[in-house]
């Protein structure tokens, strides 16, 4: 059977350069181009490239996925940033190449993609609910993506299940000290050495506390994601949000 032809973009980065060395070692796949920053896109054509793993900036990734859809080379996104505004001009794009699969994953490791499901579950048996995401200090965006989902998967299923908003009495704070806002979700962005990517999700009721908390304590926690989001990505066209859509959670 041939090989899967991926491409990695942000090969030099923290993750990439982790992402690179799994795609060479998995079986099925041929690594054909490792791209960082400066290098041309038209390296993937060139190479045959299959699927991208985008794994660079939010600053790049919208050129990045431009440049793959309109050249039908399905791609596997892990880098943050996106908004609604980004994800209607990615199906804008795709809508022009309907053969094209992209998965963005908010996270690609298996514990914070459960974690999430756990809290949305959670979510509506519970009268408070905030998240505090840790992470190391060279991250470039707060909240994370994975606590920006995190909670507007929370806020929807407490809409769903027609929840009165929060409890929360304060009517004096410095700014921030009640974190930000997503979607009704006080989310909590904590930055320090020796970190690499955790979050925990506070429920609480009346006389009990519920703490969902996950821990990535190396790069190589997101790799099975990354080659699962490959293998599946080709055969799945237009647009998937979180890699939950490919592994059978129910
Ligand atoms: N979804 C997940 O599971 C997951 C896990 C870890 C990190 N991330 C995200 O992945 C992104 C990268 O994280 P990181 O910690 O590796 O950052 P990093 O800064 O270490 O790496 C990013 C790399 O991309 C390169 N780059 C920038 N623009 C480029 C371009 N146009 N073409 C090719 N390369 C380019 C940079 O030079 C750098 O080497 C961030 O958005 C981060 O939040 C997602
Ligand atoms: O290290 C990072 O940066 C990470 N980014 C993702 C996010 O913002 O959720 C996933 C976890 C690691």
């Known amino acids: 059977m041939s090989k899967l032809r991926v491409a ?33 896109l ?9 699927v991208v793993v985008e794994l660079t ?11 793959c859809v309109r050249h039908g080379i399905h791609a596997v ?17 795709l809508a022009d190449s309907p053969e094209t699969g992209v998965l963005i994953a908010p996270n690609f490791s298996i514990g914070a993609v459960l ?20 992470h190391h200090p060279n991250k470039a965006d707060a909240p994370s993506g994975t606590a920006t989902r995190t909670a507007q998967l929370i806020a929807e299923a407490r809409r769903k299940a027609g929840c009165a908003p929060q409890p929360d009495a304060t009517t004096t704070a410095l700014d921030g000290a009640r974190g930000a806002d997503v979607d009704g979700v006080p989310v909590h962005a904590i930055r320090l050495r020796g970190l690499l990517a955790h979050q925990e999700v506070l429920l609480g009721g009346e006389g009990e506390t519920l703490t969902i908390r996950h821990d990535s304590l190396h790069h190589s926690s997101f790799m099975p994601g ?25």
């Open 115 to 134: 974690t999430m499901k756990f809290a949305e579950q959670a979510a509506r048996y519970f009268e408070s609910v905030e998240v505090v995401e840790l």
């Open 77 to 93: 996104v892990g880098t943050t940033g996106w908004s609604e505004e980004r994800l209607a001009q990615l199906n804008t794009w």
């Open 226 to 250: 990354i080659l699962l989001g490959a293998r599946r990505v080709v055969t799945t066209p237009g647009l998937t949000f979180g890699l939950e859509h490919f592994l059978d959670l129910n």
């Open 8 to 40: 990695v973009l942000g090969a030099k980065g923290r993750i990439g350069s982790e992402a690179v060395r799994a795609v060479e070692a998995a079986d099925d796949m041929e690594l054909v181009a490792a791209l960082g920053r400066g290098d041309k």
């Open 42 to 50: 038209e390296t993937l054509t060139e190479s045959g490239a299959q």
């Open 57 to 67: 900036t939010p600053a790049s990734v919208m050129d990045n996925l431009d440049f």
